[in-house]
């Protein structure tokens, strides 16, 4: 089972890729998609589109996770998150893969323990938790993140089941 | 030359499609996508976008045109719209064809001839505009006027050159 998170972002998205095999996490991918602020933003979207539904034919994840939206005071920024958000959540949707979103301070929690951590307590965890991984930025680490915390609340929730 | 006009929203998203012939607007086709409010938001972009490929896959429109954003002070609505937005705008991007913003007020300036009208008036003259056509709903009313904005405007930016 593949687990693919996601960070979006009109300038950079991250994506990771994890799989689980008998209840234990293993790196598979990550990566990010720059985009050039000066191309028109339909072309920005393109990009992402066409990037993702690459990186979903080549590792083919079964399920997807992304962090729930960050809300901005600035709604021109807020705008621009939501166009990139949805054109990165679409990806898995036309490939029927489940997307599950997760606040913030849970994915923290779930990489880190607590719900409350910097950037860099994240990028540290998941390279404990991933052994051999290196994340590409930041972004990627965040994504990879996501996936993680997949894989922890996906098994609790199985357990209540 | 067909212009094709977007009025996007994750509920009901408007489109319309008019033809342009030495200068003389026709109507061609409008319509909307509404999606069920129950269903996974991933569904509904996914919904989104495949309808809007079928719309340009039918109509082959050369030229897009899209009311630029209206910022909500709900940030929770705005990133709903932002994500409507940018899986409507991707759809003609990936299909090279070129989108053009503009504001509500310019597009009711261009349809009704003032700023500041309302939907009916929008509606009436989207009708006296283009004969023969009866707009399906409000969305694709609006859609309509911002390829008829699109069409004025074009006209005098070539006029410009």
Chains 1, 2 share one sequence.
Not at 27 to 51: N, Q
Not at 81 to 109: C, F, H, Q, S, W
Request: glycine share 6%; net charge positive; proline share 6%.
């Amino acid at each position: 089972m593949r687990i693919l998170g996601l960070d979006p972002s009109l300038s950079s998205t991250g994506w990771g890729i994890i799989e689980v095999e008998s209840n234990k996490m293993k790196y598979v991918a990550d990566g990010f998609i720059k985009t050039d602020p000066k191309m028109p933003i339909a072309d920005r979207l393109a990009i992402i589109h066409r990037t993702l539904n690459e990186v979903i034919e080549t590792y083919h994840p079964d399920e997807a996770a992304i962090e729930q939206v960050f809300l901005n005071d600035n709604p021109t920024s807020t705008i621009k998150l939501g166009m990139a958000r949805g054109v990165v959540i679409l990806a898995p949707a036309l490939y029927a893969i489940p997307v599950t979103e997760y606040e913030p301070n849970k994915i923290k929690k779930a990489v880190v323990g607590v719900g409350k951590a910097a950037k860099e307590q994240v990028e540290t965890m998941v390279k404990i938790l991933l052994p051999g991984c290196k994340p590409k930025n930041n972004d990627s680490s965040d994504a990879l993140a996501m996936a993680i915390a997949h894989f922890n609340y996906r098994g609790a929730r199985n357990l209540k089941m």
